[in-house]
């Protein structure tokens, strides 16, 4: 079963920051933290992930808070190409499988 | 570079008929998963190979679906017989050993209709 627990949907309006929580209360010392994407008809797609600290890239930023029992993907400038299912991903190690759960259903409004 | 190739993209077929679908990894891509992703869920693991030795496959219904990865590069996943049950979109991703199963890089999926 997913370790985490995220809101069904979420709706953003488009030029915005768009701001996806996942809470994993149940994490344990050693667990990453992933974020995947999955766009109408697509495969997923791969986003960012983090252990501890505050991860960046191109696309997104993860915020962990120090407990890590929660986190948030911030997308920065939402577009209406953002629009997609964002799944929050606990793993045990960077080897170990990750199990998706339903996810959070992200609509950009324009 | 390129990314993962699946084929066929769509199937239709009756309950009871054979099917079969194609996936070629990302090149130096040592591990290969199947997942298979029903309306309204997220993607479920069937199996995952490790070059072409299997590393899990505790949730594959074995009396009607088998897989195989022979040189440790494309591979195959098969229903047979296929019961209507099984309409599903069949995702095959795979991974670098460098970067680990975490980041996993998708194909685009074949959506399986079973009539």
């Known amino acids: 079963d997913a370790k985490t627990t995220q809101p069904t949907s979420m709706d953003c309006a488009e030029g915005r920051a768009a701001n996806l929580p996942c809470n994993h209360s149940?994490?344990?010392?050693?667990?990453?933290v992933y974020w995947y994407r999955q766009i109408h008809s697509q495969g997923p797609q791969y986003i960012i992930h983090?252990?501890?600290n505050n991860e960046t890239n191109e696309m997104a930023s993860l915020i962990i808070t120090e407990d890590r029992k929660s986190s948030t993907l911030i997308l920065p400038h939402a577009t209406l190409r953002d629009t997609a299912v964002y799944y929050c991903?606990?793993?045990?190690?960077?080897?170990?499988?990750?199990?998706f759960g339903k996810g959070t259903r992200l609509h950009i409004l324009p | 570079e390129a990314g993962v190739a699946q084929s066929p993209r769509y199937k239709i077929i009756e309950k009871r008929q054979s099917v079969a679908f194609w996936c070629n990894p990302i090149?130096?891509?040592?591990?290969l998963y199947w997942y298979q992703q029903i309306l309204g869920q997220g993607p479920k693991l069937l199996i995952q190979?490790?070059?072409?030795?299997?590393?899990?496959d505790s949730q594959l219904p074995k009396d009607r679906f088998s897989a195989e990865r022979l040189k440790g590069v494309d591979s195959t996943l098969k229903i047979q017989p296929a019961k209507l049950e099984d309409s599903a979109v069949y995702l095959c991703?795979?991974?670098?050993?460098?970067?680990?199963?975490?980041?996993?890089?998708f194909g685009p999926g074949t959506r399986l209709l079973v009539l």
């Open positions: 991703a795979s991974s670098f050993p460098s970067r680990g199963a975490g980041t996993q890089y």
């Open positions: 149940t994490i344990s010392g050693n667990e990453y």
């Open positions: 983090g252990l501890k």
């Open positions: 991903i606990v793993t045990y190690s960077r080897d170990d499988k990750i199990i």
């Open positions: 090149s130096g891509h040592a591990t």
């Open positions: 190979f490790q070059n072409n030795g299997v590393v899990d």
